[in-house]
């Protein structure tokens, strides 16, 4: 890692070599503008259906196709206690992990209020949309807000600025970082490690450390260092 500031006052990962290529069919699209197999049923950052029945249960719908079932742990808080896949066809939703079915169910949602029934068994499940909660994954780093560094597949963070001239990052679980450009195609030019804790956020790549405040909002990711300012990607 070189500097974060170029003529232009960028950050900026110069890296002597580039490591591969890669193909971004879409960067940083978060839940506030899911384009997923759920539809309706992802929410926004901070947001999850929660059982009305006893309010212990919970799940969390991802725009990149997996479900995060959460229970609470104390106030607002909530955890993350299993990650599945899901698919939609219709009215029908499957839960599925490594291929194998979980539950399948039939669903509705009207407002606020998501409705399940299993089929067979005439008993609904009922489900409210509830703000404001702090739903942390232990397996997946979250910021204060509840949004997740970590995006799907062939998802990442990239800034706003023109075609050829951009930035960004992904995040994977595990704590490794891949830093990328586009000035000639996207590609990877650097990789590196990150560890999130709070709102703070420690990115090493090619020996040199920096840490940032960041904040994760629906699709923005904001990063701020205190020499170089303040940096948005989406």
């Avoid at 955890?79 to 979980?102: E, F, H, R, S």
């Avoid at 990789?191 to 960041?214: H, K, M, Q, R, V």
Wanted: charged share 15%; with cysteine.
């Amino acid at each position: 890692m070189g500097t974060f500031v170029s003529s232009k006052t960028r950050w900026l990962f110069s890296m002597a070599a580039i490591l591969s290529a890669l193909v971004l069919t879409g960067c940083g699209d978060k839940e506030n503008n899911p384009v997923g197999p759920g539809g309706d049923l992802v929410l926004s950052a901070g947001q999850a259906w929660v059982d009305d029945a006893l309010g212990i249960t919970g799940y969390v719908f991802r725009s990149n196709g997996k479900v995060q079932a959460i229970s609470p742990t104390g106030g607002n808080n909530w955890t993350v206690t299993a990650t599945m896949d899901y698919t939609v066809n219709g009215n029908n939703l499957k839960m599925t992990t490594n291929g194998t079915l979980v539950i399948e169910y039939t669903f509705s949602i009207q407002g606020t209020v998501l409705t399940l029934t299993v089929p067979g068994i005439p008993a609904e499940l009922i489900y409210t949309r509830k703000s404001g909660l702090n739903i942390t994954d232990p397996t997946n780093p979250t910021d204060p807000t509840g949004g997740n560094l970590v995006l799907g597949p062939g998802e990442a963070w990239a800034d706003d600025y023109p075609a050829g001239m951009r930035d960004g990052f992904i995040f994977l679980t595990g704590g490794k970082v891949l830093s990328i450009n586009d000035y000639d195609g996207w590609e990877i030019d650097g990789e590196g490690t990150w560890l999130a804790s709070g709102n703070t956020l420690t990115i090493t790549i090619d020996g040199e450390t920096l840490s940032f405040t960041y904040t994760v909002s629906g699709n923005t990711l904001t990063m701020t260092h205190a020499d170089y300012g303040t940096e948005v990607f989406h």
